[in-house]
């Protein structure tokens, strides 16, 4: 299955799917929140909701927001991003043993 990360900034990375699932990866400057003993380095929002080939920058956020959205808070321990975007990857289609190839091309109405 074919993935692709966009980069908005140096602490922000969405990671989306070939069937319009998609991830948000944050890493947060500080935070009271404790994970498993240890502070919160990086937070990871997903969306049950879909984007598809017409969606637009613009309104991404607007169209995942009509839906649920779930989180994981990331302690320092298991935050990096290899891990993390893993992670993401199999929440959003949930089926084990899928390969997964990156592809900047997917959505590219998006950015």
């Known amino acids: 299955m074919k993935y692709r990360i966009i980069e908005e900034d ?4 969405n ?3 070939e ?3 998609v991830a948000c990866i944050r890493f947060v400057d500080e935070s009271d929140i404790m994970v498993d003993g240890k502070m919160r380095v990086a937070t990871t929002d ?3 909701s879909r984007i598809t080939d017409e969606t637009t920058w613009d309104e991404v956020w607007e169209n995942l927001a009509e839906g649920k959205m779930y989180y994981n808070d990331w302690n ?3 935050a ?3 891990f993390m975007v893993k992670d ?3 929440w959003l289609v949930a089926i084990d043993k ?4 990156i592809d900047d091309t997917l959505f590219n109405n998006i950015k």
Not at 10 to 13: A, E, I, L, P, V
Not at 98 to 101: G, M
């Open 10 to 13: 140096d602490s922000t990375f």
């Open 15 to 17: 990671v989306l799917v």
């Open 19 to 21: 069937d319009g699932g």
């Open 46 to 48: 997903y969306y049950q």
């Open 76 to 78: 320092e321990d298991k």
């Open 80 to 82: 990096n991003m290899d």
């Open 88 to 90: 993401a990857l199999n």
């Open 98 to 101: 899928v390969e997964w190839t």
